[in-house]
């Protein structure tokens, strides 16, 4: 009966050095080594080892002598050349630029109107570790009608809970709270970021330009958030000395974040919309469209669901308000903003018709209405029977966009 091989190899484990035992699967010798405790066997480097001493190789081929062939023929060769990922000279990197902190859980501030009294109330899934910071905070109280936490409703008591808890809270604004203040707007859209040494919130004349040119509301969000990335990424440069970069500059930002082969074309090339739009509009800056470089977008084919898939997924929603919400995006093609912002008059049975006001665009538009659609609508309609919105939320109201599911269930 032939015997294994056992071969010696050595290798180094936190600048220690060792010797690993390597050899084909086999029961008994790997029982063998499992009654010598000085044996071990290292998860990183992945087989068993022992201490780098003349001694243990001795001890080794004594140890093995009768149950396998001791292979000392690569105890000390030079190992496979493996490929590591090295950049050189690159001055713009993108690791951790907006590190995000940790939440202990999301609260919901609900606007209320009690008599003359207007307050906050806090909303929150049953969270031990918010229970015990929302309990000790003497300007939060306990609602006894509503049965929840609550504070006034009053700028700076919001300015002030949003300071206190945006390290450990993920705080949410229902949409029937209407705020107007530029620096809560900021303090809520930077909230997930922690604000580490160098950190460079927004320039506040971004928003005040978004917002005073009537932009959309992911539109806004999605420029903040590449001005905040692009500024955060220079640490050692201030604001001003950003807000004087030249074409050339932002170009070298924008072909770095397309070198780094993390961000697709099309993010890339929103992020040339930000920067732009930042030097352009809010610095009056004279950079030429044509001197900034833009990417190639790719041209993918659109993913969609078949009538199967689509009958399997309606037929595993039991929720009534779900499954009109379903049925009228497959069969009309209507966007998810536009859906949650449908009241019942927009609803033309007559017609078969949908009226989409402030579409894509700030544009108004028709679009179609299927029979089946059109069923599953009225009988949600006359179990829920909704007042303004077509689809309401919970405190009533337009329906949230976070809860209303943005991915479609799975198949």
């Known amino acids: 009966m032939n015997k294994p091989i056992l071969y010696l190899n050595k290798a180094e484990q936190n600048n220690a050095q060792l010797i690993r035992l390597l050899y084909k699967p086999d029961k008994g010798l790997t029982e063998l080594i499992k009654r010598n405790d000085w044996i071990r066997f290292d998860a990183k480097i992945g087989s068993y080892c022992v201490k780098y001493e003349p ?8 140890l093995f002598s009768d149950h396998a062939i001791v292979n000392t023929f690569y105890l000390n060769a030079v190992p496979k050349l493996r490929a590591d990922e090295i950049e050189l000279n690159k001055e713009i990197r993108f690791n951790n630029i907006l590190p995000v902190r940790k939440k202990k859980g999301n609260i919901l501030l609900v606007p209320v109107k009690e008599g003359d009294n ?6 929150f899934k049953r969270n031990k570790a918010i229970y015990d910071i929302v309990s000790t905070r003497n300007y939060i109280t306990w609602n006894q009608k509503q049965k929840c936490y609550g504070m006034q409703a009053r700028l700076s008591m919001l300015k002030g809970f949003i300071r206190d808890f945006e390290a450990d809270v993920k705080i949410n604004i229902h949409h029937s709270l209407f705020i107007n203040d530029l620096e809560i707007k900021q303090m809520l859209l930077e909230q997930q970021y922690e604000k580490r ?3 460079k919130s927004c320039p506040k004349e971004l928003l005040e330009c978004l917002y005073g040119g009537n932009y959309s509301k992911n539109t806004l969000q999605i420029y903040h958030y590449m001005v905040l990335r692009f500024i955060n990424t220079y640490k050692s440069a201030g604001i001003t000395q950003i807000n004087n970069f030249s074409e050339k500059q932002i170009n070298d930002y924008h072909l770095a974040l397309a070198q780094s082969k993390r961000y697709s074309p099309s993010s890339i090339n929103q992020s040339i919309n930000a920067v732009n739009f930042y030097f352009t509009k809010v610095l009056k800056v004279d950079h030429r469209k044509e001197d900034i470089a833009r990417p190639k977008k790719n041209r993918d084919l659109p993913e969609y669901y078949t009538c199967a898939e689509m009958k399997k997924i309606l037929n595993n929603i039991s929720n009534l308000k779900h499954k009109a919400m379903v049925m009228l995006m497959y069969s009309s093609g209507i966007r998810l903003e536009e859906l949650l912002r449908l009241k019942p008059a927009d609803i033309n049975s007559d017609s078969m018709q949908i009226f989409i006001r402030a579409s894509k665009g700030r544009t108004d ?21 909704p007042k303004d919105y077509l689809f309401e939320g919970q405190f009533g109201g337009k329906y949230s966009r976070a809860v209303s599911g943005m991915y479609w269930p799975k198949l």
Request: proline letters at 0%; glycine letters at 2%; a positive charge.
């Open 365 to 385: 538009r028709y679009t179609i209405l299927s029979k089946k659609a059109l069923e599953a609508l009225r009988v949600y309609f006359r179990e829920e029977k």
């Open 197 to 199: 040494a160098g950190f």
């Open 55 to 62: 001694k243990n190789i001795n001890l080794l081929k004594d």
């Open 118 to 123: 207007k307050t906050l109330l806090l909303k």
